[in-house]
């Protein structure tokens, strides 16, 4: 998949984190130099700097050199501000991941999206790569991407609205964000001043930008620009990264498309992956190389497929239980080492330190909790029994050991008072040779961290986890999860390998009564299953049903958490159908859409569903048996190629709403009549048992849209109509 990256060099990189006596989260900022990382400067012909620039309101200029990593075949372009040719508060635009006002952040987004184009330009240009089909804008960060592109169309000659749809066309937009308070807003009035005459993109009508991103939906706040709302408008397929997340997504914003049932709202999933190479152990891959061969193996790692990962029931039940130990043992020195190293910093003097010596055991079950520190992550639910907790750890038989690890945003207080909470419970003597808390959470200490542990705990609150690919990392390793059905735990949990911890589901639950369900039933799981299982030996002398959890989670989940797997379906379902909508969508085919799309959209409000009837009597309707329809619609100014009548069934609920639905086109047989009319008919198939209902709708169609909802634009019965005609029947 030729792939090109783009993103911002940050000066002073993601945060260390330290703590001060008391266990306070601390943070500090390196300073990167360019020039001693595996980057090199993209340059052009004479030697100098390529670079990009932005316009800025008031005359003044942002630009930014490009520098470039090669990461495997995939080229990687990032961009740095500081630059001479800046002024001070330009140089530090790129200068950290977090921090800066609305401003800041503006500018590292138009920076990203605007420049991130043009740097992609520059090096096409210097280096003959072929020019890019499909843009990816990962979360809205990179969304104003999209406005470049359109400015580009435009300077060719197209119009806007022309130039939208071609844009769209080739666009990906991938959600990352489970909860609306977690999405980029602006004041309009922000972006109004940085777009227009006198700043950047000043051909594009500034008013035509905001209305991307404006909130016109019930709920909406009138005087922001939604970041997410602009990605979703600029690209014609997005999706989230979990199944569950697709949901979520769909639901969260179905005010963009007013008239459509959330399942029904264009954002699909494609469940993340992540890179085997990197996080399997070695110790890991040689057991594997050693039963499958090397080339086998490695391929087991990027290419994926089951054939290859089901040789792992082959392996003998002793030597996965010795690389278990193993890696264990492994952690357990890791751990000891940065906990001194952590004390000493947090002022502990050498005399005070021998107990970390003692400091966890190899044979005793590892659990691990690594991630972020947001507040519905639950860093410490794992306190909320303080004393049941204690006689977990501290079991004569079957003891628990805790690895904690995990970074609050440093402007998050919430969080950091999570991990003072939980560093304190851990500098408890009678429980600090059990649970530890490591500072500094990053991919070194991860590497050891996911092998070592036998458990791997995730309990957000459901459904806000967007995906969680720590437990992935985890499994490739051995390590069995226990967590929330939540991201993509809920699509792929299986008792086999696995155990999930029951939520108590509903907003209306009070907070403090859901984690105090939650909890109970975490500390349930550990008691009366987990333990058990880990501690309890078969004839051999082995636990050899944790064993066989060990062996079925490599087998069934690696092939499935694998990047391959992911990248995979995103060129299969999303990148190859941007790219072929990108080819067909040349000037004239652009402007013939944008033409009817305007149409349609002007002519809307004469289409109606004006009479509905069928073959046969509901009273009488029994399964197997085909209800014929005659449904006759008002097109006013359209034409019958222009829509789709359909007709919806499915199962009714409750609330009389039909769940999943089943569409069926029906077919135009006469009209128009006197009164505009067209008949439409077909036939309509009782196949289910149950509370059953039917309805019709009308929808705009066009051989270049992805989706039936892409306009957000619905004909259905009225209420008089549904209830004259029995739309709706059990």
Known sequence: MPLVGVGLLYRHGYFRQTLSRDGWQQEHYPVLDPHELPLAPLEEPDGGPAQVALALPGGRELRARIWLAQVGRVPLLLLDSDVEENDLGE????????????????????????????????????????????????????????????????????????????????????????????????????????????????????????????????????????????????????????????????????????????????????????????WVAPEVFRLGARQIGVQRAEDALTVGGSERWDSVAEIPDEDIWELRRTLREQLVTEVRERLRASWRQRGAGTAELGWIDDVL?????????????????????????????????????????????????????????????????????????????????????????????????????????????????AALNGCLNLSVLDGWWDEWFDPDFGWAIPTADGWGTDPDRRDAIEADALYDLLEQRVTPRFYERGQSGLPDRWIEMVRQTLSRLGPKVLAGRMVREYVERLYAPAAEAHRALDPDAARDLAEWKARVRGAWSGVSVDHVETSAATATA????????????????????????????????????????????LKPVSGPDTEGRWVYEGPLALDRTGPFGYTVRVLPVHPLLASCAELGLVAVPSQELVEAAGLLMR
């Open 622 to 665: 029994e399964l197997g048996s085909t209800l014929g329809l005659r449904v006759r619609v008002r097109l006013g100014d359209l034409a019958p190629e222009d829509v789709e009548v359909q007709a919806v069934s499915g199962r009714v609920d409750s609330e009389d709403r039909i769940t999943d639905a089943a569409a069926v086109p």
């Open 361 to 473: 055991d190899p044979d005793v079950l590892t659990i691990g909790f690594a991630r972020r520190v947001p507040s519905y992550k639950r860093l410490t639910l794992m306190l909320r029994d303080r004393d049941r907790l204690m006689e977990l750890l501290l079991h004569p038989e079957r003891p628990v050991q805790i690895v904690v690890a995990g970074k609050a945003h440093p402007a998050d207080d919430g969080g950091k008072r999570l991990v003072q909470e939980l560093v304190r419970f851990a500098d408890d003597p009678r429980v600090r040779h059990r649970i530890v808390f490591l500072p500094d959470y990053g991919m070194a200490m991860a590497q050891k961290l996911y092998p070592g542990c036998d458990i791997w705990l995730n309990n957000p609150l459901r459904p806000l986890e967007a995906c969680g690919t720590s437990g992935m990392k």
């Open 91 to 278: 140089r530090g635009v790129t200068d950290r991941l977090y921090g800066g006002g609305s401003e800041h952040r503006l500018l590292q987004e138009m920076l990203l999206g605007i420049g991130g184009v043009r740097a992609v330009r520059t090096y096409c240009r210097l280096t003959g790569h072929p020019e890019p089909e499909v843009f990816h804008t990962n979360e809205g960060h990179a969304g104003f991407l999209g406005l470049e592109r359109i400015a580009e169309l435009c300077a060719a000659g197209l119009d806007f609205d022309s130039a939208l749809e071609a844009v769209r066309a080739g666009t990906v937009f991938t959600t990352h964000t489970p909860v609306p308070a977690g999405i980029d807003r602006f004041d309009r009035e922000l972006v109004a001043r940085h777009f227009g005459p006198g700043a950047e993109l000043p051909r594009i009508d500034v008013d035509r930008i905001l209305r991307l991103g404006m909130e016109t939906y019930p709920g909406g706040e009138p005087n922001l620009f939604n970041m997410a709302v602009m990605g979703l408008r600029l690209a014609q397929r997005a999706n989230g990264v979990s199944l569950l997340h697709g949901e979520v997504s769909r639901e969260m914003f179905s005010g963009l498309w007013p008239g459509f049932d959330a399942d029904e709202v264009p954002i699909t999933s494609v469940t993340n992956g992540v890179h085997a190479p990197t």
